[in-house]
């Protein structure tokens, strides 16, 4: 049974960084691409990043303040987010796909994603 997990949300100020964590249970990190998504009230869940292999995506919103990373030792997957804004607050998702995407019409969309977290809360100030 796979489950994953997540932690390291909370409550920062615009400009600070935040690391969030997947644990991952029930299946190795490179059996699929692995993602995070975001969401807040009223709107659908979008893309964040994901890593497939040793290739990493990125939403444009995101590209050069966030870097998703595995690690294979503790079969945990990270969000490092950095310079957050306001507009970065949501409720963050780890998802685990049962396929390797190279294509961004997969690993951006949810229905690729077997397997969901329960969900970590970030909220920035401003």
């Known amino acids: 049974q796979v489950q994953l997990v997540e932690s390291g949300g909370g409550l920062v100020q615009a400009g600070e960084a935040l690391t969030l964590s997947c644990l991952v249970s029930g299946r190795t990190l490179s059996a699929g691409t692995l993602g995070w998504f975001c969401q807040t009230p009223g709107k659908e869940r979008e893309f964040v990043a994901a890593?497939?292999?040793?290739?990493?995506y990125y939403a444009d919103s995101v590209k050069g303040r966030f870097t998703i990373s595995r690690d294979n030792a503790k079969n945990t997957v990270r969000l490092q987010m950095n310079s957050l804004k306001p507009e970065d607050t949501a409720v963050y998702y780890c998802?685990?796909?049962?396929?390797?995407?190279?294509?961004?019409?997969?690993?951006?969309?949810?229905?690729?994603?077997?397997?969901w977290g329960q969900g970590t809360q970030v909220t920035v100030s401003s």
């Open positions: 998802a685990a796909a049962s396929t390797i995407y190279h294509a961004s019409f997969f690993f951006k969309s949810q229905s690729s994603y077997a397997f």
């Open positions: 890593v497939s292999l040793d290739m990493t």
